[in-house]
């Protein structure tokens, strides 16, 4: 029966140096000639997952933790903090000295420069420290926004802004989500979009931001390198992602 697959890119499709296995590429190719959809489900901005994109030959992707998908090359639903509400986050970071950086699906912004929390976390994404423009969410719509405050700062935030979600990816770093926002809604956006069922989803992910995903699919995959967070809520936990365990679980799945 025909599966629709979503992938986690970071821990999952790529492995601790940030490089595609073989095994996982064969992988893909192989359940996609085998009848099945493939898609990205990532925290990263479109931009960011092009070179993975062109790689794997893939065109549908739920990108920015659901709040940018994209349906064959087409983009069927955004979602996004409201500006009035990023603005008050902002005035309440720089009472902090907290630095933000902005992203939509063409660029990422910073709001400072000079801090070393962006240049080292955005570092372990093989990206450099943005250009600056501390009002670019006024003038350009922007999916993503990630705030650079350290874990025991993070529940300022959450008991300040209780309508938004912060998610951390980094010791220095959270992702901000509206309300309800995750990899999970944009998935349900997506399949709606095509009149699939969810029970017929697969997913593989590795990360706390994996976590609602992972849990309303029909079968959840985690890797055996993630979170424990991750592997709680999975329905399966695969082998490292640095041992060839995405190939292992997709043959032992049976979808080549």
């Known amino acids: ?57 893939i065109d549908t992707y739920v990108t920015f933790n659901g709040q940018y998908v994209v349906y064959k090359g087409e983009v069927i ?24 950086v902005f992203l939509n699906e063409k660029e990422m912004i910073a709001s400072k420069s000079g801090y070393c929390e962006i240049e080292e976390s955005l570092a372990t994404l093989h990206y450099p420290y943005p250009t600056i423009d501390e009002n670019y969410y006024l003038h350009t719509p922007v999916y993503q926004t990630l705030v650079f405050a350290k874990e025991h700062e993070q529940v300022l935030y959450e008991q300040q802004f209780q309508e938004i979600q912060f998610v951390r990816w980094h010791p220095y770093s959270c992702d ?39 849990r309303e699919v029909g079968l959840g995959v985690a890797m055996e390198n993630g979170h424990d967070e991750a592997k709680k809520v999975a329905s399966i936990v695969a082998d490292h992602v640095d041992q060839d365990g995405l190939y292992k679980i997709m043959k032992e799945l049976k979808l080549f």
Do not use: C
């Open 176 to 214: 901000m989500l509206p309300s309800g926002g995750s990899k999970a809604l944009g998935i349900t956006k997506l399949i709606e979009h095509i009149d699939f069922e969810m029970e017929d989803v697969i997913a593989f992910g590795d990360g706390l931001n994996d976590v609602e995903m992972l």
């Open 77 to 100: 639903y955004t979602n996004q903090i409201a500006n009035e509400t990023l603005r008050e986050i902002l005035q309440f970071g720089a009472q902090h000295d907290h630095p933000f």
């Open 1 to 57: 029966m025909k599966k629709f697959l979503f992938f986690d890119v970071d821990g999952t499709l790529y492995n601790s140096k940030k490089q595609l296995p073989q095994s996982a590429k064969e992988a893909i190719f192989k359940a996609r000639e085998n009848g099945h959809e493939i898609a990205i489900a990532t925290g990263r901005a479109p931009f960011m997952i092009a070179e993975i994109l062109e790689e794997l030959q």
